[in-house]
């Protein structure tokens, strides 16, 4: 069992920048790869960013404007926003593998999922 816990959400104006967190417990280490994913209203939910065994992978919506990252030591994955744009707005997931499943982008792929957080990015 993972469990994951958001923080960081919030409303900023299109151009600034903002960070998010997970803290990670459980059986974490067995996760083929941790992710970060958004789903605003109406829509499927999109994989922005991955680790897979220490390999980055970015959605080309936010390559180059977001870096995701990990601390093993805190149990902790962050994703650190910069130059926002009002479509970036959304519910932000942490999400965990488990065993590899395939496609990294595919949210059907992930065994555990954090309750979001909302990002509000504002003209």
């Known amino acids: 069992q993972v469990q994951l816990v958001e923080s960081g959400g919030g409303s900023v104006q299109a151009g600034g920048s903002l960070g998010l967190s997970c803290t990670a417990s459980g059986d974490t280490y067995n996760s083929a790869c941790m992710a970060w994913f958004r789903q605003a209203p109406g829509k499927k939910r999109e994989g922005v960013a991955v680790i897979c065994a220490g390999e980055l992978e970015y959605s080309t919506s936010v390559e180059g404007r977001f870096t995701i990252s990990q601390d093993n030591a805190k149990n902790l994955l962050n994703l650190r926003m910069t130059r926002l744009k009002v479509e970036d707005s959304g519910m932000y997931y942490c999400?965990?593998?488990?065993?590899?499943?395939?496609?990294?982008?595919?949210?059907?792929?992930?065994?555990?999922w954090g309750q979001g957080t909302q990002v509000t990015v504002s003209a």
């Open positions: 999400a965990a593998m488990g065993p590899w499943s395939g496609d990294w982008a595919n949210a059907a792929n992930y065994r555990y």
